[in-house]
């Protein structure tokens, strides 16, 4: 396997395993709102929302990695 390719494998992973977790937290944030713990379900909605922007940025240089390697064959 090449470099370039175990990047785009890592990336491809990173992502995934990440939009994962964010819906893991998601969930359990509206389980922490059924509970009655509106401050720790908030905190953990904005820590999700954080979690998304990462992931457009992985996403973002997934693309560009993927681009560049259009432009080098």
Known sequence: MTMTAM?????TYMLQHNEHHAQE????ADNLAKMGMDAAAKTIKESVSDFQKGNM???L?????????????
């Open 7 to 11: 990047i785009m494998t890592l990336l």
């Open 61 to 73: 240089a997934l693309t560009l990695v993927k681009e560049h390697l259009k432009e080098v064959k």
């Open 57 to 59: 940025r992985l996403s």
């Open 25 to 28: 937290l998601d969930q359990m």
